[in-house]
C-alpha cells in the first residue's frame, strides 16, 4: 500500500479553490440527462418479483 500524502493533497485542494475564485481555472461540474417518469402502473410491477433460492 502507497502512502498518501495528506497535507499535500490538501493544499493542492485549497490551491486549485483559490484559482477558481480568481477565475482562473473552472472545476470540473457534471451535469445529468433529465429521465422522464415511466408510464408503468404499481399494478404492472407487482407481478414482475422473482423468486430466489437462498
Known sequence: MNA???F???M???EEMSAQRE???K???TS???IPDS???AQDMAGTEV???T
Do not use: M, P, S
Open 32 to 34: 445529468i440527462q433529465d
Open 8 to 10: 499535500a493533497e490538501l
Open 39 to 41: 408510464d408503468i402502473a
Open 51 to 53: 423468486e430466489h433460492d
Open 23 to 25: 477565475g482562473k481555472t
Open 12 to 14: 493542492q485542494g485549497v
Open 4 to 6: 498518501r500524502d495528506l
Open 27 to 29: 472545476l470540473r461540474n
